[in-house]
């Protein structure tokens, strides 16, 4: 559909717009796809409607479907299996927006680390967002996590368990700038991520810098420099 054969946008209902994403319609007019996915968002009665986009093998559908998914916070659990299997999209955007949508939507421990996996995805970008995740989970998340661990030591790596330990006593007031220092000079890959994200989540700005130095990881010293 030619532009000025497009009606204005708020004469569209969510299932118009739809289409026209599923369509292709806006596959290469980048402009035309913000303008219309702000308005299929104010039209979404049920989470539940973005479904089709979710499946759907077009770059522009999913990304804007999980977008708006990341976008509607805790609304979105309902159809958190779907963003979950995202992780795995060979579109690294994709792996990001539902990579965001965790703090809000993920309630199993074993979600959380099937995430954690992504701090090995191929995208920085991914690796950037899981370490937002993680600089951002909530107190309740670490404590089921932490219960995971007790649980099923065996299910979880050790490296990344010790980086979830840190992270929990971090919440729990039990860690010490030192004990980040330690992971983040000492630790292997992954927990220096963990020590990284656990800086993010109440050290000053030199601090997190200092960490990221310490680290030696190239990722998290353009990260901390953001």
Request: overall charge negative.
């Amino acid at each position: 559909m030619e532009r000025q054969n497009r009606k204005p946008w708020h004469e569209y209902n969510y299932s118009d717009l739809m289409n026209l994403f599923l369509s292709g319609e806006f596959d290469k007019d980048i402009d035309a796809s913000v303008q219309a996915s702000v308005e299929m968002h104010n039209k979404l009665n049920r989470v539940e409607d973005l479904v089709p986009l979710l499946l759907s093998n077009n770059r522009m559908c999913v990304s804007t479907a999980a977008y708006i998914a990341h976008e509607e916070g805790n609304r979105a659990r309902p159809i958190f299996p779907y963003i979950l299997s995202l992780l795995g999209s060979k579109w690294s955007e994709v792996r990001c927006e539902a990579a965001s949508c965790f703090p809000e939507c993920a309630t199993c421990p074993e979600h959380f680390l099937i995430l954690f996996t992504h701090l090995h995805d191929r995208s920085q970008f991914v690796r950037w967002q899981v370490v937002t995740v993680l600089s951002c989970l909530y107190d309740n998340q670490l404590e089921l996590l932490h219960k995971h661990i007790l649980k099923q030591p065996g299910a979880v790596p050790d490296n990344m368990k010790r980086g979830i330990m840190l992270l929990y006593a971090d919440v729990q007031g039990k860690s010490s700038y030192g004990d980040i220092v330690e992971m983040a000079q000492n630790g292997s890959e992954v927990e220096k991520y963990f020590a990284f994200a656990t800086a993010l989540r109440g050290a000053d700005q030199n601090q997190i810098k200092d960490i990221a130095e310490q680290t030696g990881v190239v990722d998290l010293i353009k990260y901390s420099l953001l």
